[in-house]
């Protein structure tokens, strides 16, 4: 099994299955089974990309390479480290279990649905693997498509606003990143990341290039203030697409600052630091205190993701702050490490709340905070979920929502301390909100009839949720794997930044 | 003059095969009754499949062979540019005969004025000189203006066919007048002799206003902003099956008009005209998208996509270079790939009585034929130059030969631009995907002709397969270009 070109099989494993679900056509029960066996299969094949992975040695591994394009150089070259493993497994954990929780509550044109999913995942983990910069660019673009047709064929009331303005915005951005790679393949050559973040750039070359990269990822992310598409697509979005948005799309934003920003652009990055860190202390209190005032559930949990983001990005920045200007790469490392866990991290706790947010809805078909209330004494077990995950946003420890945080907010105390106090804001205005939704959504008495109602979770919620809670009191408890895993990777990226480009 | 030689006829035996072909399916046409019509179809598409193997067969092992004293020249370019006119072509029969039958207009006319156009595109792609690049030219825009007017009871065909003559007839005498002063200051109609004179010619600013007014011929032959004003009322006003023809192969000739005159030619001269193509390409992608954006005629909406487009293809030859042409020749082969099965999924849902021309007449076609509003999405997203479709790799082969050629601000202002196009083709998919069929709409009856349906589906889905494989295509461009 070791010679299987097992990236290649996690990519177009799922896309292939897409295309056999869709000759499904008008068998929706046929096609949820096939959909679920695919990602099944693609789950099973990611397991040996993390046990295979040898993280002591870190660099990429599983590497594949064709001749794509021959003029252009352009190589269909795949490849992981253990950053990537760690965001190919969250995206097939998270793409089965977002099928089991879309099986009764998609009900029109299914096997669309469905494969709609399938492509999704197998661009998700192109984006993850891909070693070429076009190939990259491929996978980042092309998974616009089937989230455009998610969201606008199955989504709430103003989907086509929501999913129009998701697509034409992420577009936007990514496109300044198309005439930034344009630009280096005329300067190395080729469309190898690799090359890139080899090629000799100027002060300007390079903050052209940051910007251009920010821009792109920095939608992505989302960072305030370009983040006003999340929220509308959230609230729009079938409660699948909302899970995979925010526990995977988000992170190819984070995934690209480690991958383009920092290695091409180190010297840039070094001198904007401030700006992404100014942006993202901005993100963390500013959206807490929107997040707080939202009585929508989906767009509570939305502000909160991006608060939870901004957790990525400052950890990359404030890495390479400490690299560089205090030569610190210890603090660096922690910093580096906490944002990458908190990205797996949020992962598993916004999927979790998106799912129970579905939950309700397919329910009460309603989002609005004010018509529930007293959901413990309908449903208890939702009730324990719910509550746990709540903790988990914020920051209890013992959840995964702690880990992360706790070291981006101690890698950021050996910086400034400052930065690290108003990080440590997130502590008060996460549980805020959070604790507050819980009160008014989950306690208290039971004030609509139609509560009361209410069934507690069928077999394949519990299986759905159970999975999510599994998953952020491991990381909470043990995130011993998860930090082995990525441990040499983080390092090897933290010492490519003491490296100067000038 | 030369003396004549079998050589010269060897070397244009493609063409005269062509003709042949055309003057024997006119004989045959003239005793057929109207139910037999098909055989002029089939006979039409057997006259450029054979043309076709003639072309491959006469391509030119080595460099250029060029023949009748320099006035026809067969290279890497004619050869793959003459076959993809003569693909394209034959994909607007495929698509045009259902459309053309339902509304009592498949007559031999349809088939001789385009085969006719098709032969002017032939020789136009292989001009040597400016005789035969005008030759060409006018043949293809006569046959043209002709099938704009086919449907003669259709005022609005009229219209458009009358304007298309006029303003077509304009830029042919700007073109003509032009020609006249490169001809004055250089003293030669052949084009690579043009070229060896500019640097010694003795009246330079005679020589530069007559590349004023080719260019001016040029961008309007091409439909570029400021010269588009006939485009939107031909594309909108000629039948669908007419406008698939127009708005595909002659996207491939005008390229090979471009190149010839403004390289063969005036390549000498690029430091005069790179910066008037620049000018073009920006007007041209501002006027495209912004007016596309109002359209609800999905034809009319196409037609100023196609002004777009051109704005694109122009930044392929802001760097005068091979590179950049082979993008550009790249860009045009993709463009009419793709707009010819535009173009023909609107005459698929057409009908007696029902043009389905309107971007409405698209709604909620997801629900009612999910496999073709997969196709028409397809294209939609390919047009728009997302990827992995073939219409990106189109689009990042002429930013990357514009940002080679040191016109960074051209790339950027062209993305600017494509993002702003990007949200009327997300509308089409939209009334497709995300909005339900009326119930005022006439219920979806898909035409018997099964050549058609399978020619577009698999048209259609080509643009994902050369999403994959555009390497060959690429490198096929660069040989043509000799890189």
């Known amino acids: ?502 | 003059m030369t003396e004549f030689n079998t050589q010269d006829l060897i070397t244009i035996l493609p063409e005269f095969v062509f003709l042949g072909a055309i003057i024997a399916i006119l004989l045959i046409d003239l005793f057929l009754k109207p139910a037999q019509r098909d055989i002029t179809h089939w006979l039409s598409l057997a006259a450029l499949a054979l043309t076709a193997a003639f072309v491959c067969h006469g391509a030119p092992q080595g460099g250029p062979i060029s023949a009748f004293g320099g006035m026809f020249v067969n290279d890497g370019v004619a050869v793959l540019l003459k076959l993809f006119v003569l693909l394209t072509s034959a994909l607007s029969f495929v698509y045009g005969r259902h459309y053309m039958r339902e509304r009592r207009l498949l007559l031999g006319e349809y088939y001789l004025l385009i085969l006719f156009a098709t032969l002017g595109m032939l020789l136009l792609v292989s001009a040597g000189s400016l005789i035969t690049a005008y030759l060409g030219l006018e043949l293809l825009a006569l046959s043209s203006y002709a099938l704009v007017a086919l449907n003669r009871d259709s005022p609005t065909s009229a219209e458009a066919a009358i304007k298309y003559f006029v303003l077509g007839a304009l830029a042919s005498g700007l073109l003509l007048y032009g020609m006249s002063m490169l001809y004055g200051a250089t003293g030669t109609l052949d084009l690579a002799q043009i070229r060896a004179a500019t640097a010694t010619v003795q009246y330079p600013n005679l020589l530069a206003v007559g590349v004023v007014f080719v260019v001016v011929g040029v961008a309007f032959k091409l439909g570029a902003a400021p010269f588009h004003m006939w485009l939107p009322d031909v594309y909108q006003g000629a039948p669908t099956s007419i406008t698939t023809f127009i708005g595909a192969a002659p996207k491939l000739a005008a390229f090979a008009l471009a190149y010839r005159l403004l390289d063969n030619g005036l390549g000498g001269m690029s430091q005069h005209w790179t910066l008037m193509l620049a000018v073009l390409a920006v007007l041209s992608l501002a006027v495209g998208n912004l007016f596309a954006i109002a359209q609800s005629n999905l034809k009319r909406m196409l037609a100023y996509s196609t002004i777009s487009h051109v704005g694109f293809l122009l930044l392929g030859f802001v760097g005068a270079n091979a590179a950049g042409y082979a993008a550009a020749m790249f860009y045009a082969v993709a463009y009419s790939i793709t707009a010819v099965v535009a173009f023909g999924m609107i005459a698929l849902l057409a009908r007696a009585g029902f043009e389905a021309e309107e971007i409405d007449d698209f709604k909620g076609l997801n629900q009612r034929n999910p496999w073709y509003a997969g196709i028409m999405a397809i294209v939609m997203f390919s047009l728009a130059g997302v990827p992995p479709l073939f219409g990106f790799f189109a689009k990042l082969l002429v930013l990357k030969a514009a940002i080679d050629a040191g016109y960074l601000w051209l790339a950027v202002v062209a993305i600017v631009f494509a993002i702003i196009g990007l949200f009327y083709y997300l509308r089409v998919v939209k009334v497709m995907y995300f909005d339900g069929a009326d119930a005022a709409q006439p219920t979806l009856v898909l035409p018997a002709d099964l050549p058609l349906r399978w020619a577009i589906s698999i048209n259609g889905l080509a643009l994902i397969v050369l999403g994959f494989t555009w390497g060959p295509l690429l490198d096929w461009c660069n040989r043509a270009l000799g890189l």
């Open chain 1, 1 to 502: 099994m070791a010679d299987w070109p097992l990236l290649s099989i996690l990519i177009w494993l799922p896309i292939i299955g897409a295309v056999f679900v869709l000759a499904l056509g008008r068998n929706p029960q046929a096609a949820r089974w096939s959909t679920l066996i695919v990602a099944l299969a693609t789950f099973v094949f990611s397991i040996p990309l993390w046990s295979g992975y040898d993280a002591p040695a870190g660099g990429f591994q599983f590497g594949e390479s064709h001749e794509w394009i021959r003029a252009l150089k352009v190589f269909y070259a795949l490849g992981v480290d253990g950053i990537a493993v760690a965001l190919i497994v969250l995206t097939t954990f998270t793409s089965v279990l977002v099928i089991v929780g879309s099986w009764g509550s998609i009900d029109t044109r299914v096997s669309q649905y469905m494969a709609a999913m399938l492509v999704l995942e197998g661009m998700l983990i192109g984006v993850f693997a891909a070693t070429d910069a076009l190939l990259f660019y491929v996978f980042f673009e092309a998974m616009l498509i089937p989230m455009f047709i998610i969201i606008g064929i199955w989504g709430g009331p103003r989907r086509v606003y929501a999913t129009l303005k998701f697509f034409i915005y992420t577009f936007l951005g990514s496109i300044f990143m198309l005439v930034g790679l344009i630009y280096l393949h005329m300067k190395t050559g080729e469309f190898s990341i690799a090359a890139f973040a080899q090629a000799g750039l100027g002060m300007r070359e390079q903050t052209w290039l940051f910007f251009a990269f920010l821009i792109a990822f920095a939608i992505k992310v989302p960072m305030w203030p370009v983040h006003t598409w999340l929220p509308d697509a959230h609230v729009e979005a079938p409660t699948g697409g909302s899970v995979i948005l925010a526990a995977i799309m988000l992170k190819v934003g984070g995934y690209g600052f480690i991958r383009f920003s920092l290695p091409v652009t180190p010297d840039a990055s070094q001198e904007y630091a401030w700006v992404i860190i100014a942006m993202s202390l901005i993100a963390v209190i500013y959206i807490g205190y929107v997040a707080l005032v939202q009585d929508d559930m989906k767009k509570l949990i939305a502000y909160s993701s991006i608060a939870h983001m901004a957790f990525v990005t400052l950890g990359i920045f404030i890495a390479l702050a400490l690299v560089r200007e205090h030569d610190n790469p210890d603090a660096a490392r922690l910093g580096m490490q906490g944002a990458m866990v908190q990205m797996i991290s949020h992962g598993f706790i916004s999927g979790a709340m998106f799912s129970c947010i579905g939950v309700l809805y397919d329910r009460m078909h309603s989002r609005m905070i004010k018509d529930y209330g007293g959901v413990v004494n309908a449903m208890p077990w939702f009730a324990t979920f719910f509550v746990l995950f709540a903790m988990a946003n914020c920051g209890l420890p013992g959840t995964s929502g702690f880990v992360g945080e706790f070291m981006v907010i101690l890698a950021a105390f050996q910086d400034n301390a400052w930065i690290a106090a108003a990080a440590a804001f997130t502590l008060i205005i996460g549980a805020a909100y959070t604790l507050w939704l819980v009160k008014r959504v989950i306690f208290g008495e039971v004030t609509n009839p139609e509560v009361a109602k209410m069934a507690d979770l069928n077999p394949r919620e519990w299986i759905v949720l159970g999975s999510f809670a599994a998953a952020v009191l491991l990381v909470g408890i043990y995130p011993r794997p998860l930090t082995d895993l990525m441990e040499t990777s983080v390092q090897q990226i933290v010492t490519a930044l003491l490296v100067s480009k000038l």
